[in-house]
């Protein structure tokens, strides 16, 4: 089963507004890793944040983690016609993720310019 | 991940037909993961190793079997494919300390 929902499922705006993806996941994780992908291409990973960090922050990219909640948020600023993908959140569980990723199901980002 | 590589691309085949997917990695990672995506879904995990000695399951590993030739390599086989097989299938590496993966470019499969 797949652990993390992503919410919108599709988000379109407008370049240079910034863009909101929500996850939330049900099971204690070791941490929580962001991925963009291009249409029908491989994965690219984004930024990873630990069960004990709350905020990261990595160029223009936003990461937020509440355990209480079981939430974490992927703010875009200053979006731009390049990000256009699907972002998906995956967790590690709380043994350590030797048993691999647990994916949701994707926000569809489109930024119209 | 470039470091990551899938052979073939791209795959049409038959109903019945035993298909085998490639996965190289020069990243020296122990670990290796094959998933499938299929549209609209994230992806989810079929068969995960170790090391040469280790292979399990994953959450869809039914009508699917590997083989870890070596530290670089993994395969994944469909010893019959079947229509709802077609999916995009995905090997990705981990690294130990983080969890934090490296995917290939994917190999998408239809099965006819």
């Known amino acids: 089963s797949q652990q993390g929902e992503e919410d919108p499922q599709a988000l379109s705006i407008q370049e240079g507004e910034n863009a909101t993806m929500n996850c939330s996941y049900k099971?204690?994780?070791?941490?929580l890793q962001w991925y963009r992908q291009n249409s029908g291409r491989g994965l690219v990973h984004l930024i990873l944040i630990r069960s004990n960090e709350r905020e990261k922050h990595s160029g223009r990219l936003r990461v937020t983690l509440d355990t209480s909640k079981k939430s974490s948020s992927l703010l875009i600023t200053a979006s731009r016609a390049a990000d256009t993908a699907s972002y998906f959140c995956a967790t590690v569980g709380a043994g350590g993720g030797a048993d691999g990723l647990t994916f949701g199901k994707g926000t569809h980002l489109i930024i119209q310019p | 991940d470039a470091d990551v590589t899938q052979t073939p691309r791209n795959r049409i085949t038959k109903t019945g037909k035993r298909i085998m997917l490639e996965c190289s990695q020069t990243?020296?990672?122990?670990?290796m993961y094959w998933y499938r995506q299929d549209p609209g879904l994230g992806l989810r995990l079929i068969y995960y190793?170790?090391?040469?000695?280790?292979?399990n399951k994953g959450e869809i590993s039914d009508g699917y079997s590997v083989s870890r030739q070596a530290q670089a390599k993994f395969s994944l086989s469909l010893e019959s494919a079947i229509p709802n097989q077609t999916a995009l299938y995905f090997c990705?590496?981990?690294?130990?300390?983080?969890?934090?993966?490296?995917f290939g470019p994917g190999t998408r499969l239809t099965v006819l």
């Open positions: 190793s170790f090391d040469v000695k280790d292979i």
């Open positions: 990705a590496t981990s690294d130990l300390t983080s969890g934090r993966q490296f």
């Open positions: 099971t204690s994780i070791n941490n």
């Open positions: 990243k020296g990672h122990d670990r």
